[in-house]
């Protein structure tokens, strides 16, 4: 599963969590995207990649066992009516071959 906790401002942290079905062999990441929900008539456009558009790959591990990710962004470029209308997008994508997205959350 994927979660994103955040402070309501700067910092967020996604916990992202093993299935039963991952493959142990191949490599994947966690790839953070902050959105704006609406834009002149267009919904989740995407404003910037946590950390960067690579996200933060995942070191091995086994079913079931979790890792905890953190990513900080600095929002100051947005203005305060814009932080309201911003979401946070995570998924976990297999990096190596087939480049499916495991799993996200909105």
Do not use: C, M
């Amino acid at each position: 599963s994927v979660s994103v906790d955040s402070d309501g401002f700067a910092n967020f942290t996604v916990h992202a969590e093993v299935v039963d079905n991952i493959n142990p062999n191949s490599e994947y990441a966690i790839i953070t995207a902050l959105v704006q929900k609406s834009l002149n008539g267009e919904e989740f456009v995407l404003r910037k990649f946590l950390p960067n558009a690579s996200g933060l790959r995942l070191t091995k591990f086994a079913p079931g066992e979790t890792q905890i990710i953190t990513t900080k962004s600095d929002l100051f470029e947005f203005s305060i009516t814009e932080i309201k209308n911003l979401a946070i997008i995570a998924f976990v994508q297999e990096i190596k071959e087939s480049k499916s997205v495991l799993q996200s959350l909105i």
